[in-house]
């Protein structure tokens, strides 16, 4: 067996490399789902860039100035979402639920203290759906261990 | 809970490391969720046949009318799973500074000069036998303000997905020999010296191409097992 080679940040300096032509749009026409990605001091991140993919749908958004990304999916049970930004030794992992899952019966979300599943539920919005990440600090999202 | 196997040590830096700044507010505080095995290994990953590749984007001395500044160099390696075989037709997205230590990103204010022949980003698949090739200049080292008189050592960034969920891989690839590896915070979030090693390519004289580019080699190796599909 051989060690994995390990993680380092994505730097700050991945604006012009790593985003693509209709990178958000994981379908044409879909959900838009909009969010912010905020540090432990509340303040937004806007060098951190996101993927989202379920099945056959994957999408990437880089986020602005205000730490915020937007995407458009196809309805589907839940996204797996990765989170890669300057200070991120490793991404994190965490997933989107649409606002109409099953809660009660999601093999995830029973590993989730129920007090902090609503982080991992993105709300109904006006145009689409709202889902805020919270690396740290009060409503931390819940990430899950890679 | 996730059961790393005995033979498999692990050398990913923790989320929080002080000594890099930005981790400070970024690192998350409560305790990550564990999920079974199986939803680590046997996940599928991205798909990411959405992002294009052109077959000119693993020459970045190709981008533009002219030639960048700099010493050329081969950047060639193999992408291995945990059982150490091939990963096929994978992504590889290289992005790095010129030769004089300058971003073209917007937001890179170093007073480094741009190089109106270099962007720096290209892309590739892996070959039949996970063998990803680049050519490229040599990136310099930059300053940045994480410490008093702090600079990053010479490093191309790495971007890899595999086909499950575990292998996906943001990375840096270090140059051998650079005098400011030992002070890098970045690379240093790696506790063990043998997990910082490798990160480190090797100067790879058998590919070095006379009259021509000195070539590095690094290999690379995602987590995850059961990689590849089994035949039915």
Known sequence: MTAPTPSQTVGPFFGFAVPFDGDANAVEHGVRIEGQVLDGAGESVPDAILEVFAGEQFARCRTDSEGAFHFTVAKTAHLEVFVFARGLLRHLATRMYFPDADLDSDPVLQRVDPERRHTLVASPAEGGLRFDIRLQGEDETVFIQL | ?232
């Open chain 2, 1 to 232: 809970m996730l059961v790393k196997g005995v033979n498999e040590p692990d050398f990913e830096p923790p989320y929080l490391f002080p000594d890099y700044r930005a981790t400070q507010l970024r690192a998350p505080k409560r305790e990550l969720v564990r999920l079974p095995e199986e939803w680590f290994h046997h996940s599928r990953g991205p798909a990411f046949g959405r992002v294009p590749v052109r077959p000119d984007d693993a020459d970045l001395t190709r981008q533009h009318r002219g030639e960048p500044l700099g010493e050329r160099i081969i950047l060639t390696g193999r992408v291995l799973d945990g059982d150490g075989r091939p990963v096929r037709h994978t992504l590889v997205e290289v992005w790095q500074a010129n030769a004089a230590g300058r971003y073209v990103d917007p937001s890179d204010t170093h007073p480094a000069p741009l190089d109106p022949n270099f962007t720096g980003a290209g892309r590739c698949l892996t070959d039949d036998d996970g063998v990803y090739r680049f050519v490229t200049v040599k990136p310099g080292a930059y300053p940045w303000r994480n410490h008093a008189n702090a600079w990053r050592p010479a490093h191309v960034h790495f971007s890899l997905f595999g086909p499950v969920l575990a292998s996906r891989l943001v990375t840096q690839m270090y140059f051998p020999g650079d005098p400011l590896i030992p002070l890098d915070p970045i690379l240093n979030s790696i506790p063990n010296a043998r997990g910082r090693g490798l990160l480190v390519a090797k100067f790879d004289p058998e590919t070095t191409e006379p009259e021509w580019a000195l070539a590095y080699r690094w290999d690379i190796v995602l987590r995850g097992r059961d990689s590849t599909p089994r035949e039915a």
